[in-house]
C-alpha cells in the first residue's frame, strides 16, 4: 500500500513537472511558485530522513562543527552535462537558438548552486564513489529540521531515459532564463538514477559562497573508516556538545548495516 502511494505521488510530481515546463505563462518572476507547487505534491513527512554521503576531510569536519552545507556550483560536479541544454538535430532543423542555448549554459553554470541529498543510506555504490570507498561518513538529516530560505527550490531528480529527446526536455526563451536554470538542474541522465537524489537548488548572480544553515541528527561512520577517523568524529561531537549520534556501517549477509557505535554483531565485523 505504501508503495503504491509512493508510485502514486511520483507519478503526479512528474504529470506537474511536464505541465508546468510547458507552459508559456511561466518566467523568472513566477517561477517559484510552481517550484513550491511541485514540491507540495511530493508528500515529504516531517520523520522523513535526508543523507549526504561525504570522505573524511577538513570539509566534511567543518560540516559537522558550523552545521552548515556548502552549496556547490554546477561545474564542480562530476557530471559534464549537468545542467546543461541538450538539443539535437530536430532542435537544428525548427531553428533553435543556439547562441541563447550558449548564453542560458554559461549562466547556469556559473549561477546555479546545488547541495545533493539521497533517500538511502545504504547505497553501495554512493558509499564507494562520494565517501571514499568506504572511509568517510554519510550524514544523516531529518526533514523537520530543514528550514530553507523561500529561495531555495527543494526537489527530487528526474531521470529520463534520453534526456536530450525526453518529455522534460526543455528550451528557454529569453523570460525564462533562471527557471530553465533550475528545471535543467532537476533532470539527470538516467545513468545517474542509482544515487535516487533530492537537491537543493538556489539561483544566485553573486560569486560569494553560499551555505546553507542544517543540522546533522546522525553520522554513519564507513564500514572501512579508520580507528582514527572514528575517534577524531567522537571527540568532534563531545568537545562541541552537538547533539549528533554516530552509527557504524558494517558488511552483513543481505547487505551493509548501521548498528550504533561499538555494537555491532562478532559475525558481522567484515571489512567491505
Known amino acids: 500500500m505504501v508503495g503504491s ?4 505521488t511520483k507519478k503526479r ?3 506537474l513537472f511536464r505541465e508546468y515546463i510547458s507552459s508559456h505563462d511561466v518566467d523568472d518572476i513566477s517561477m517559484m511558485n510552481y517550484f513550491h507547487k511541485l514540491f507540495e505534491e511530493c508528500d515529504v513527512k516531517k520523520n ?7 570522505p573524511f576531510n577538513e570539509y566534511t569536519l567543518t560540516e559537522i562543527i558550523n552545521k552548515k552545507i556548502y552549496m556547490s556550483k554546477l561545474s564542480d560536479f562530476d557530471d559534464v552535462y549537468e545542467g546543461r541544454y541538450l538539443i539535437d538535430d530536430n532542435d537544428i532543423q525548427r531553428g533553435v537558438n543556439r547562441g541563447l542555448i550558449d548564453v542560458c549554459n554559461d549562466y547556469s553554470q556559473k549561477h546555479i548552486r546545488v547541495t545533493c541529498f539521497s533517500t538511502d543510506k545504504k547505497n553501495i555504490p554512493m558509499w564507494y564513489y562520494y565517501a ?5 561518513i554519510c550524514a544523516e538529516y531529518k526533514f523537520e529540521d530543514f528550514s530553507f530560505p523561500k529561495n531555495v527550490v527543494f526537489l ?16 528557454p526563451n529569453v523570460r525564462q532564463r533562471g527557471f530553465g536554470a533550475i528545471v535543467n538542474s532537476l533532470i539527470k541522465q538516467r545513468a ?3 544515487e535516487n537524489e533530492w537537491r537543493a537548488i538556489k539561483l544566485d548572480e553573486s560569486s560569494d559562497p553560499i551555505y546553507l544553515s ?21 571527540n568532534l561531537i563531545d568537545k562541541n556538545g552537538l ?20 555494537s555491532i554483531p562478532q559475525e558481522y565485523k567484515i571489512k567491505i
Open 5 to 8: 502511494r509512493m508510485e502514486n
Open 13 to 15: 510530481y512528474k504529470e
Open 156 to 171: 527530487p531528480v528526474i531521470y529520463p531515459l534520453r534526456r536530450e529527446v525526453s518529455e522534460y526536455k526543455y528550451i
Open 192 to 194: 545517474w538514477s542509482f
Open 243 to 262: 547533539d549528533i549520534q554516530i552509527g557504524e556501517m558494517t558488511m552483513t549477509e543481505t547487505g551493509i548495516e548501521s548498528f550504533s557505535l561499538g
Open 214 to 234: 542544517l543540522k546533522m541528527s546522525k553520522i554513519h561512520i564507513g564500514a572501512n573508516a579508520s580507528k582514527e577517523s572514528i575517534d577524531v568524529i567522537k
Open 132 to 136: 571514499n570507498k568506504h572511509t568517510g
Open 48 to 54: 522523513k530522513k535526508f543523507y549526504r554521503y561525504r
